[in-house]
């Protein structure tokens, strides 16, 4: 299991915000390239946005969906990256003095993904994790905006 930690200077409701929407992951998301549709009622538990993922000419495209949802304090997503990995991100949002403390888990979801998500390549994934939650921090703190704009919806 990878976990990181990062404060934001922005209170939960607004770093929610972003994790409500889904056209904001393929800017904070290493390795995230673009979302292709999503479900229009993201956040919600079931609802999912489909990705395509992956590094120079390498790219996947599968979903995101999500397992649990308490805005503005926790998102757990089953994120997929099939054929290679499944895995469990949970997101947990706690207020601190001014701000927010942002902790992300990411963990294997099934027998496959436990062969290449474990203590060898937990390094790696906490590195991209770690610059994932720096990358979310911008649009937080509203120094970036978000995209404008609605995703295509799924099934279309």
């Known amino acids: 299991m ?3 930690e ?3 200077d922005a209170p939960p409701e607004r770093v929610f ?3 409500a929407e889904p056209r904001a992951y393929a800017r904070w998301v ?5 979302i292709r549709r999503a479900d229009p009622d993201w956040p919600r538990p079931g609802s999912a946005f489909d990705h395509a993922i992956g590094f120079g000419p390498f790219t996947l495209r599968d979903a995101s969906e999500v397992a649990a949802c308490e805005p503005p304090w926790r998102l757990r997503l089953r994120v997929m990256a099939r054929p290679l990995t499944t895995a469990w991100v949970t997101l947990q949002l706690t207020p601190t003095g001014g701000g927010t403390r942002v902790a ?3 963990r294997a979801a099934d027998g496959r993904s436990r062969l ?4 060898l390549t937990d390094p790696l994934v906490a590195w991209r994790n770690q610059a994932s ?3 979310l921090k911008a ?5 970036e905006p978000l995209p404008d704009g609605p995703p295509p919806p799924r099934g279309a």
Do not use: H, K, Q, T
């Open 133 to 135: 939650l720096r990358r």
């Open 2 to 4: 990878a976990r990181n």
């Open 139 to 143: 649009p937080a703190e509203g120094r």
């Open 104 to 106: 992300m888990d990411e």
């Open 116 to 119: 290449l998500l474990n203590r």
């Open 6 to 8: 990062i404060e934001v």
């Open 30 to 34: 290493v390795g995230s390239r673009r």
């Open 17 to 19: 915000a972003v994790l």
